[in-house]
């Protein structure tokens, strides 16, 4: 895994994605950390894309789609605190939206942008639907990867068994196989895109085993959460949405269901939905079909 230096704030390095890869300081807690992303395409370009990544992932799954649009667009990536090539946060109950949105919110001023399309998956959908609902947000078109307004218990309940559960494999072959199988809502995908997918997560330590490339604290405040009863409701922040949205849903998602999806094309933003077969949660962005989704929709006029 190629990952980039990180001897100060502004330095900027080449990764084996095509990328360049940068840190900007962010505040939580009354403590800075640093915060990397992933810049592709022409850094001066106005016409930007944020893709934010799923809980346990990192920027690196934004490769395929980042290749495909930066020609016409500069895309901005960024490993959320804990994950990646970020730093960890002392205190573990930071890691949550209100921490992730705040970062997002200084890396958007560092990005120098007036507006910018947002791409989220699964938390980072979260999380662009929370600056989206914001007052003068610079959100002006904004794309979710299976999530939502009611945000199923089931599910919750489901990630909390593998999210922060601090695990070493003594060789790929082990780790490919425990990340293959916790990964099947994914969906289909060649071989090629399974490797890359397992891969994105993974640390080769000293001794040559590996580890998981997040810090097992994340599940902490993620396993606190379960103490309320029922499922999460955010549809007060999915009605202050005005920006044009667009919903990706795995068919078989069991955390956006096939109710809540289809009333969000009917509330706030009145998004478009697009249904998956075959997808559980939740879509990567990573086959050639999704991208193009993704693709026409941002350049839709």
């Known amino acids: 895994m190629n990952v980039a230096g990180r001897s100060g704030a502004g330095d900027t390095a080449a990764t084996d994605d095509g990328s360049r890869i940068r840190h900007v300081s962010c505040l939580a807690g009354g403590q800075l950390h640093r915060v990397a992303y992933r810049e592709w395409g022409d850094p001066a370009n106005p016409r930007a ?66 507006e910018l399309c947002w791409v989220g998956i699964s938390l980072g959908g979260l999380m662009g639907m929370g600056l989206a609902a ?18 199923a218990r089931a599910a919750l309940e489901r990630i909390a068994g593998y999210v922060g559960v601090s695990s070493v494999f003594p060789t790929r072959a082990a780790a490919f196989a425990t990340i293959r199988a916790v990964s099947e809502p994914f969906g289909p995908h060649d071989a090629a895109q399974w490797n890359f997918l397992v891969d994105n997560v993974l640390v080769r330590r000293d001794d040559g085993s590996y580890a998981l490339h997040y810090d097992p604290a994340i599940g902490v405040p993620f396993r606190a959460a379960l103490a309320a009863p029922g499922d999460v409701d955010l549809w007060g922040t999915w009605d202050a949405i005005r920006a044009p949205t667009l919903v990706l849903r795995g068919g078989d998602s069991d955390l956006l269901g096939a109710a809540t999806a289809a009333e969000m094309t009917r509330r706030g933003p009145r998004a478009d939905l697009v249904t998956l077969p075959g997808v559980g949660h939740a879509p990567t962005l990573v086959p050639d079909a999704q991208i193009e989704i993704v693709r026409a929709f941002l350049e839709r006029p």
Do not use: K
């Open 134 to 151: 914001m007052d003068r947000t610079p959100i002006r078109r904004l794309v979710i990867s299976d999530a939502g307004p009611v945000i």
């Open 49 to 114: 894309v944020v893709c934010a990544h799923a809980l346990t992932r990192n920027s690196r799954d934004f490769g395929p789609l980042a290749r495909a649009l930066s020609s016409r667009w500069r895309v901005v990536a960024p490993d959320m605190p804990g994950r990646g090539a970020s730093d960890r946060l002392r205190d573990p109950m930071l890691y949550q939206v209100p921490t992730y949105v705040a970062d997002a919110v200084t890396l958007i001023a560092r990005l120098d942008v007036e």
